[in-house]
């Protein structure tokens, strides 16, 4: 009996101790708490922490016309005029998807670029249907299978990207649409299956000018944008 006694009082202290330690580490808000990043419900919700009573915070839906704190702009604002027509689509994007971030969006639609333009010349299905649209998929394997009828291939070195800005942003609904100008320096070339060259040139390095328009549903838990629609300015 004193042996139990003993191990239950050890324990009711080790409790205690845990308890006293967790509430000094947790249980104290200073206003500046943040939730644990979720990359896929935070695009769904905002937080709101209102000084209610029990200090708890409440995630509501975003409701059309709810607008962030000024603050959320800034980054909106260093990318482009504000005032300005891209401008304003920018940040009609923002108030959909608090998350967004122009420059970072630009750095991921030149990888993206990069991707596509790599497995439309491999003639990687499997990546560019991760990538694209429905329907800009379908283009790209008409295209893709045309070649592969002729028994062409197309051999294409990315030189590098010299520019990739957006032109335009709105919101359609809860989809962003965000049309990105790029310029790129590329050497490719087809060959027939005799290994001529039947378009391009493997030895010059030529200027490929691309308007590429990517799009996202704001609502959806999938982060990730596609292309929707291109056009060449050459």
């Known amino acids: 009996m004193g042996s139990f006694d003993f191990v239950t009082v050890f324990f009711f202290v ?17 206003g500046s708490e943040r939730p644990p990043f979720d990359p896929y419900s935070s695009r769904e919700s905002d937080q709101v922490t209102g000084d209610n009573d029990d200090g708890k915070v409440i995630t509501l839906p975003r409701r059309d016309g709810d607008q ?12 482009s005029d504000p005032g300005t027509d891209l401008n304003g689509g920018l940040r009609s994007i923002v108030t959909a998807d608090a998350d967004f971030d ?15 333009v790599a497995a439309f010349a491999d003639g990687d299905r499997k990546t560019l249907k991760s990538l694209l649209s429905k329907e800009v998929y379908e283009g790209f394997v008409s295209a893709i299978k045309d070649r592969e009828q002729k028994s062409e291939s197309v051999k294409s070195t990315f030189v590098g990207i010299d520019k990739a800005d957006i ?9 962003a649409h965000v049309t990105m100008r790029i310029v790129s320096q590329l050497i490719t070339a087809t060959y027939d299956k005799d290994g001529e060259v039947v378009d391009g040139d493997p030895d010059s390095v030529g ?10 549903d704001t609502r959806s838990r999938d982060p990730n944008w596609k292309l ?4 060449s300015e050459d």
């Open 228 to 231: 929707i629609a291109t056009e």
């Open 207 to 216: 200027e490929v000018n691309d308007v590429w328009t990517f799009a996202r």
């Open 14 to 30: 080790a409790a205690v101790i845990i308890f006293l330690q967790l509430r000094n580490v947790l249980g104290r808000r200073t």
């Open 167 to 175: 032109v335009q942003a709105e919101m359609k609904g809860t989809e």
């Open 102 to 116: 122009p420059q970072t969006f630009a750095s991921g639609a030149k990888t993206a670029y990069e991707m596509i």
């Open 68 to 79: 962030p704190a000024d603050d959320s702009f800034a980054a909106v604002d260093a990318y």
